[in-house]
């Protein structure tokens, strides 16, 4: 069985544009990102898949200077692009950690894989983590099925929604058993300016040249200067907002849904 991580980013962002290539530290944030699933131990490669457009030539140059794979693909649809993404590098398994996700948790990456292994799971996903730092689990076969079934090439947010909502795939929801990690209503991702402030504000008091710190690290961080976490904290209900917005489950003719929404 081969397992990648697998990194869907480009350039065109709506809400923040060009927000990959926001520079904290002196580096753009998706490189920091790269730097901590590199510490992930189980995926057997990491795949940054970008698109076609001419624009995202620029994360191609990152990926090649970090030493990672890079995959091009559908612009709107992230379904299409990691499946083309698998069946070029033969993988069997995807840990998808979004562009976005600059705190997303490698030890996660490594339990995310085992679990894998355990019950073989369409989908998985750790509950009662920060919003950002969980990454996602996707068996590639199951993948193949979203792709043959969905009625739509614009799967660019809310995707996820296939597998959860269709009642056809067999998912994983297990409790992150830490409880000094399970803080839900912290948001960790980058969508708004707010957030990179945010990021910023982390990076500021933990960073160290070449030192990758921990999440834990950054929630003890929190605890100790909770204004940190109120620089964005009001982005959760219009973030979840758009999500509900853009994860309209659509199914080809002869498909349906076996548990209601």
């Known amino acids: 069985m081969k397992t990648a991580v697998f990194i869907p980013v480009r350039t065109q962002s709506t809400r923040l544009p060009k927000k990959a290539l926001l520079k904290i530290k002196g580096k753009p944030v998706i490189e920091h990102l790269i730097e901590r699933v590199k510490l992930a131990k189980l995926p057997d490669m990491i795949v940054l898949c970008t698109t076609t457009n001419p624009s995202d030539m620029v994360l191609i140059h990152i990926a090649q200077r970090n030493g990672i794979e890079y995959f091009r693909g559908s612009e709107k649809d992230i379904v299409d692009r990691h499946l083309n993404a698998a069946l070029k590098y033969d993988v069997d398994f995807i840990v998808n950690v979004d562009g976005d996700d600059?705190?997303?948790?490698?030890?996660y990456v490594d339990k995310i894989v085992k679990l894998f292994m355990k019950t073989h799971a369409d989908f998985i996903k750790f509950e009662g983590l920060p919003l950002g730092a969980s990454p996602i689990g996707i068996k590639v076969d199951a993948l193949k099925k979203v792709h043959q079934i969905k009625d739509t090439k614009v799967t660019e947010t809310g995707w996820g929604t296939y597998f959860i909502e269709t009642g056809l795939f067999k998912v994983e929801y297990p409790d992150v058993k830490d409880h000094g990690l399970r803080h839900p209503e912290i948001r960790m991702t980058l969508d708004y300016p707010e957030d990179y402030k945010f990021f910023k504000a982390v990076f500021n008091e933990l960073y160290r040249p070449g030192k990758v710190f921990t999440l834990k690290e950054i929630l003890a961080l929190l605890r100790r200067k909770p204004h940190i976490v109120e620089i964005n904290k009001h982005l959760q209900k219009k973030y979840a907002e758009h999500i509900q917005k853009h994860s309209e489950v659509?199914?080809?003719?002869?498909?349906?849904?076996?548990?209601?929404r």
């Open 102 to 107: 600059i705190f997303c948790d490698p030890e």
């Open 250 to 260: 659509k199914l080809k003719k002869g498909y349906q849904r076996l548990i209601s």
